[in-house]
Antibody, heavy 117, light 107 residues
Framework: EVQLQQSGAELGKPGTSVKLSCKVS????????MHWVNQRPGKGLEWIGR????????IYAEKFKSKATLTADTSSNTAYMQLSQLKSDDTAIYFC??????????WGQGTLVTVSS | DIQMTQSPSSLPASLGERVTISCRAS??????LNWYQQKPDGTIKPLIY???NLQSGVPSRFSGSGSGTDYSLTISSLEPEDFAMYYC?????????FGGGTKLELK
């Protein structure tokens, strides 16, 4: 059974960075793409970007190019997203999702990031 | 970027009712349209991919259709667990974009 387990809630101060993780079990992430999506309080879903863990190639939504950095560690089957220069507007739930035979076939449970001084 | 417009944003409905949610893309997306359900606890479940293909384990009361720029999700007979948020998403091009969501509520 494929499962995506995300790291716990983060509280970050403005101007700092946080690094979220998404550990995959039941499937080798080398063989797929990993996406990150956010959801601001009371809002809809917003795609941040995608990484190909096999080669580290990334694609970002324009607004996240200087905000998010996607990486992956195939030895631990884990995808990561670092959010830099945190602002209050970055307060959101962040989801990882994995393509399988279908796009966005599996989702993590989400990680709440709260930005506050 | 391709803009996805969902309607209605809120849909009051009764158990057993048939409902349809619409999704319109700002340009043609060649059936590259997916649907997701988000429960109140935040859990996101994929429902349909490539317009009309049910994800594994999704009940057959869910169906999808459409082409070009216009797509829809239909639930043939509402069950209690169907009251949730629904999002469409295009994966025809980058950036992937989602509709604004439809809240399916009990009337």
């Amino acid at each position: 059974e494929v499962q995506l387990q995300q790291s716990g809630a983060e509280l970050g101060k403005p101007g700092t960075s946080v690094k979220l993780s998404c550990k995959v079990s039941g499937y080798n992430i080398r063989n797929t793409y990993m996406h990150w999506v956010n959801q601001r309080p009371g809002k809809g879903l917003e795609w941040i970007g995608r990484i190909d863990p096999a080669n580290g190639n990334t694609i970002y939504a324009e607004k996240f190019k200087s905000k998010a950095t996607l990486t992956a560690d195939t030895s631990s089957n884990t995808a990561y997203m670092q959010l830099s220069q945190l602002k209050s507007d970055d307060t959101a739930i962040y989801f990882c999702a994995m393509d399988w035979e279908e796009p966005f076939a599996y989702w993590g449970q989400g990680t709440l990031v709260t930005v506050s001084s | 970027d391709i803009q996805m417009t969902q309607s209605p944003s809120s849909l009051p409905a009764s158990l057993g009712e048939r409902v349809t949610i619409s999704c319109r893309a700002s340009q043609g997306i060649s059936n590259n349209l997916n649907w997701y359900q988000q429960k109140p606890d935040g859990t996101i479940k994929p429902l349909i991919y490539y317009t009309s293909n049910l994800q594994s384990g999704v009940p057959s009361r869910f169906s999808g259709s459409g082409s070009g720029t216009d797509y829809s999700l239909t639930i043939s007979s509402l069950e209690p667990e169907d009251f949730a948020m629904y999002y469409c998403q295009q994966d025809a091009s980058f950036p992937r974009t989602f509709g604004g969501g439809t809240k399916l509520e009990l009337k």
